[in-house]
C-alpha cells in the first residue's frame, strides 16, 4: 500500500479501481484495519468505483509527521485526516462508507463537507448527532470497554497487552466462530504501530468529557453536536447478532436523516464488512449508485 503525506501524517492507502469511477472512501473500524475492506474493494470496483482505503492514525503504517503532535483520536480529528488525503489525492466530491469508527467519521465528514460527500452508508455503529447521551445499563455494560479506558490502571492494561485488549472484542461482538485466528493475528500486526494505544484512548476517553478534543476538531465536534438532521442519503447496515451495539440500538436513526435506510443483517454480528462481504457491497453498490 503506497503512502500519502498530508499536513499531519503519511498515511498507508489502498487506491484501486478504474481513476475515471466515482471515488468511494472506506474508513475502517476499532478494533481493525483497512484489510476489513479486502473482500468488498473488488466488487465495487467491477461496478467502476475507484476505492480510497486508509489506515487510520494509530494503525498499520500510518505515522505522525512530528513527535510534537498530540497523538489524539477522536472522530472530529479523524474526519480533518480524511478530508487531508482526499486532498492530497486531488479529489473532490467522493460517497463514504464507515464501519465502526468509520460510521462517525462518513457522519462527520457528511456534517462537515456537505458539498463533497453527496451521498454515506454507515455501518455498526449509529449516529452520534446531537451529541453522545450517556447509554442505558444494559448498554453501559456492554461498553465496558470505554469506562475500562477512562481508569489509569485499564490504561496501563492495555498498553501492556493491547492484542488481548482487542480480541476480547472479536470474541464477544460477533457469534462464535465468525474468524479464524490466523486472521486476527494478521490484523494485529497494525496495533503494532506506536501511537495505536494512546489514540484509541484519546477516542474513548474524549467521547465522555474524560479528555479533551484535538484543538483543530473544536468546530467541526461543535457542529456535529449541534447538528439534530442531515438531509443527504445514508444507509445503515446493522448485524442481526451485534454483540456490542444490538439492532435495537439504531431504530430511532431514521429521525436524524431526511433519506434514510436501514437494513439489519440476519445473523451477521459487528464486523459486517468481514462476515458478510458481499452482501455489503451489494447494498453499498445500490446505494451508490442511485443518483
Known amino acids: 500500500m503506497p503512502m500519502i503525506q498530508t499536513q499531519q501524517l503519511l498515511i498507508e492507502v489502498r487506491d484501486s ?25 473488488p466488487i465495487l470496483n467491477n461496478a467502476n468505483f475507484r476505492t480510497i482505503v486508509p489506515m487510520h492514525r494509530g494503525f498499520g503504517r500510518t505515522r505522525f509527521l512530528s513527535a510534537k503532535t498530540s497523538r489524539t483520536g477522536n472522530v472530529g480529528i479523524l474526519a480533518l485526516d480524511a478530508i487531508g488525503l482526499m486532498d492530497a489525492l486531488s479529489i473532490r466530491q467522493f460517497y463514504v462508507a464507515g464501519h465502526d469508527w468509520g460510521s462517525n467519521i462518513a457522519e462527520a465528514l457528511a456534517v462537515g463537507w456537505p458539498k463533497r460527500v453527496p451521498r454515506i452508508a454507515m455501518i455498526s455503529t449509529p449516529s452520534r448527532l446531537g451529541g453522545l447521551k450517556t447509554p442505558p445499563f444494559d448498554q453501559a455494560r456492554r461498553q465496558w470497554y470505554h469506562w475500562f479506558q477512562a481508569t489509569e490502571r485499564g490504561a496501563e492494561a492495555i498498553r501492556n497487552d ?7 472484542m472479536w470474541n464477544t461482538w460477533s457469534p462464535d466462530g465468525w474468524f479464524k485466528q490466523a486472521q ?108
Open 162 to 168: 493491547p492484542k488481548g485488549f482487542a480480541q476480547i
Open 184 to 291: 486476527f493475528d494478521r490484523v494485529a500486526k497494525s496495533f503494532h504501530n506506536p501511537d495505536w494505544v494512546a489514540v484509541t484512548l484519546h477516542s474513548y476517553r474524549s467521547r465522555w468529557g474524560e479528555s479533551a478534543f484535538d484543538p483543530r476538531s473544536l468546530k467541526l465536534e461543535a457542529k456535529i453536536k449541534a447538528t439534530r438532521r442531515l438531509s443527504l442519503p445514508v444507509i445503515f447496515l446493522h448485524g442481526g447478532k451485534d454483540g456490542v451495539t444490538p439492532p435495537k440500538g439504531s431504530e430511532e436513526m431514521a429521525k436524524k436523516f431526511a433519506n434514510f435506510r436501514r437494513i439489519v443483517l440476519k445473523g451477521v454480528g459487528h464486523f459486517p464488512p468481514r462476515e458478510a462481504s458481499v452482501a455489503v457491497a451489494k447494498h453499498l453498490i445500490r446505494h451508490f449508485a442511485t443518483h
Open 17 to 41: 479501481g478504474p481513476k475515471t469511477g466515482f471515488p468511494v472512501l472506506l474508513l475502517h473500524g476499532w478494533p481493525d484495519d483497512a484489510s476489513a475492506w479486502d473482500a468488498i474493494t
